[in-house]
């Protein structure tokens, strides 16, 4: 067996680890193989990606993606580093049946101290997806176990993304999406349209107006706040959230936010919900949970919800995954949170703000650009076709830059401590992205 030889004795070259990627190893949304050739990543420090093999002339990339939304301190943090290293010295993982330790306890008290106030209980899990699997099981375990097992549906408005397994999937963005695929195999559940950028009366009239026609057959509504991300990089009013949480309060329906990629300071407010100081019934977090360290998601309820369950028929709440809260996850997670809310991060964010506004000022009149839009620390370019992935992810490249566009969008979400220089270069990558692409 030469091949395992190969992979056994010794480092592999650049080369050879792009063959042994094509031939055996699966990315995101792609083919097997793969179409286009990845970059190969030798370490990240700061905000910089170091390559392997130059890329169009480039070492080292500035990440404009914070590695999808996580991120947010940057690449080989020494606080971060040493919260994983002094727990990798006590222990990496125990089982979480029936044991319990400190770093778990201590994540799950400080996201309930930081986060709107109902919210009382957390339920640790490996990623986003599965954080909004549990959240879909609570809601509709919830009714089960007080007596209306009928309200088994969601609501959620089109242009959304939850992840990529089963339930999550059934709330995407049913039409442009990647899940198209999955029509009648999916469970189907309801959407009402995109919602308006501005506030629109009409709109919120739309939101009151299914949830009350839907009520006897809805457990949740579940959607993201102010942010819709994967599903189209749109923005809303946060009026709208407080239209969906009057109109499930009076109609008996759970009200679920999912804030994997808006938590933790992106849109300007720590959590997208306090933008309209609303509280839902439960809440995901994931992506910058642990500032990009190691998978852990979170999915929090009220006392109400874990009430309900834990006094019906079947009073547990049946997941439980094998590497659920693990220990390096919850630690890191802890010093990531102390290190955000130790520093003036809102400060941090509105500087990103202003830097993308005045970076991308130009952008918007650029031939094929459709729009420019900044919130917090996002930044989008939504062009009048569908990119061409291959020619803007070089040009942003040449530029140093580590971009991701897809469907119709060029846009960048840096991590926080991103100087302004860096900033200013990963706005002239966008451009040129927009241009080549
Ligand atoms: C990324 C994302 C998810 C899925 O998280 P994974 O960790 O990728 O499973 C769910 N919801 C939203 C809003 C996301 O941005």
């Given at each position: 067996?030469?091949?395992q030889h190969?992979?056994r004795d010794r480092?592999?070259s650049p080369d050879?680890l792009?063959?042994?990627?094509?031939?055996?190893v699966w990315?995101p949304?792609?083919?097997m193989?793969?179409?286009?050739?990845?970059l190969?990543?030798?370490s990240?420090?700061?905000?910089r990606l170091?390559?392997a093999r130059?890329?169009?002339g480039?070492?080292?990339l500035?990440?404009?993606?914070?590695?999808?939304w996580s991120a947010?301190?940057g690449?080989?943090?020494p606080?971060?580093?040493?919260?994983v290293?002094?727990?990798?010295?006590r222990m990496?993982?125990?089982?979480?049946?029936g044991l319990?330790?400190e770093?778990?306890v201590r994540l799950?008290?400080?996201?309930?101290?930081i986060?709107?106030e109902p919210l009382?209980?957390?339920f640790?899990?490996?990623?986003g997806?599965v954080?909004v699997e549990?959240?879909?099981?609570?809601c509709?375990?919830?009714w089960?176990?007080?007596?209306?097992?009928?309200?088994?549906?969601l609501?959620t408005?089109r242009g959304?993304?939850?992840?990529?397994t089963?339930q999550?999937?059934?709330v995407c963005?049913?039409d442009?999406?990647?899940?198209?695929l999955w029509q009648?195999?999916?469970p189907?559940?309801?959407?009402v349209r995109?919602p308006?950028?501005?506030?629109e009366e009409?709109?919120?009239?739309?939101l009151?107006?299914?949830?009350?026609?839907?009520?006897?057959?809805?457990?949740a509504?579940?959607?993201?706040?102010v942010?819709?991300?994967a599903?189209?990089?749109?923005?809303?009013?946060?009026?709208?959230?407080?239209?969906?949480r009057e109109a499930?309060d009076?109609?008996?329906v759970?009200?679920?936010f999912?804030?994997?990629?808006t938590?933790f300071g992106?849109t300007?407010?720590l959590?997208?919900?306090?933008?309209a100081s609303?509280?839902?019934?439960?809440?995901?977090l994931?992506?910058?949970?642990?500032g990009?360290?190691l998978t852990?998601a979170?999915?929090?309820?009220t006392?109400?919800v874990?009430d309900g369950i834990?006094q019906?028929e079947?009073?547990?709440?049946?997941?439980g995954?094998?590497?659920?809260?693990n220990?390096?996850?919850a630690a890191?997670?802890?010093?990531?949170i102390?290190l955000?809310l130790?520093?003036?991060?809102?400060q941090e964010?509105k500087?990103?703000?202003a830097g993308l506004?005045?970076?991308?000022a130009?952008?918007?009149a650029?031939?094929?650009?459709?729009e420019?839009r900044v919130?917090g620390g996002?930044?989008?370019?939504?062009l009048?076709?569908?990119?061409?992935m291959?020619?803007?992810?070089?040009?942003?490249?040449?530029?140093?830059?580590w971009?991701?566009p897809?469907?119709?969008l060029?846009y960048?979400?840096?991590p926080?401590?991103?100087?302004d220089e860096d900033l200013a270069?990963?706005?002239g990558?966008?451009t040129?992205?927009?241009t080549?692409g």
């Amino acid at each position: 067996m030469p091949e395992q030889h190969l992979v056994r004795d010794r480092q592999l070259s650049p080369d050879e680890l792009l063959r042994l990627d094509r031939e055996h190893v699966w990315h995101p949304y792609g083919p097997m193989p793969g179409r286009a050739e990845p970059l190969v990543v030798e370490s990240a420090s700061g905000v910089r990606l170091r390559l392997a093999r130059p890329a169009h002339g480039r070492t080292e990339l500035i990440d404009g993606m914070s590695s999808w939304w996580s991120a947010v301190h940057g690449y080989n943090h020494p606080v971060l580093n040493k919260a994983v290293t002094e727990q990798l010295g006590r222990m990496s993982h125990v089982m979480f049946g029936g044991l319990t330790h400190e770093p778990a306890v201590r994540l799950a008290a400080r996201l309930v101290e930081i986060t709107p106030e109902p919210l009382r209980h957390v339920f640790l899990s490996d990623s986003g997806s599965v954080a909004v699997e549990v959240a879909v099981k609570m809601c509709l375990q919830y009714w089960r176990s007080v007596g209306r097992p009928a309200k088994q549906r969601l609501l959620t408005w089109r242009g959304g993304y939850h992840g990529d397994t089963w339930q999550p999937m059934a709330v995407c963005d049913p039409d442009g999406g990647m899940h198209q695929l999955w029509q009648g195999v999916l469970p189907r559940q309801l959407f009402v349209r995109e919602p308006p950028v501005e506030y629109e009366e009409a709109y919120a009239d739309e939101l009151r107006a299914a949830v009350a026609r839907h009520a006897d057959e809805l457990a949740a509504v579940i959607v993201e706040p102010v942010v819709q991300g994967a599903g189209g990089m749109r923005f809303h009013s946060p009026e709208y959230l407080r239209v969906l949480r009057e109109a499930c309060d009076a109609h008996d329906v759970l009200l679920v936010f999912d804030e994997i990629a808006t938590g933790f300071g992106r849109t300007g407010t720590l959590f997208a919900a306090d933008q309209a100081s609303v509280s839902p019934d439960v809440m995901c977090l994931g992506k910058a949970l642990t500032g990009g360290y190691l998978t852990m998601a979170a999915t929090l309820c009220t006392s109400r919800v874990a009430d309900g369950i834990s006094q019906g028929e079947v009073p547990v709440l049946a997941h439980g995954p094998t590497f659920m809260a693990n220990p390096l996850a919850a630690a890191v997670a802890c010093a990531s949170i102390d290190l955000l809310l130790g520093q003036d991060w809102q400060q941090e964010v509105k500087r990103l703000e202003a830097g993308l506004r005045d970076g991308l000022a130009e952008t918007g009149a650029l031939p094929g650009v459709r729009e420019v839009r900044v919130l917090g620390g996002i930044g989008v370019v939504q062009l009048d076709h569908e990119v061409d992935m291959a020619a803007a992810t070089e040009a942003a490249v040449r530029e140093g830059v580590w971009l991701r566009p897809f469907r119709d969008l060029i846009y960048t979400m840096p991590p926080y401590v991103t100087s302004d220089e860096d900033l200013a270069r990963i706005c002239g990558a966008v451009t040129a992205a927009a241009t080549a692409g």
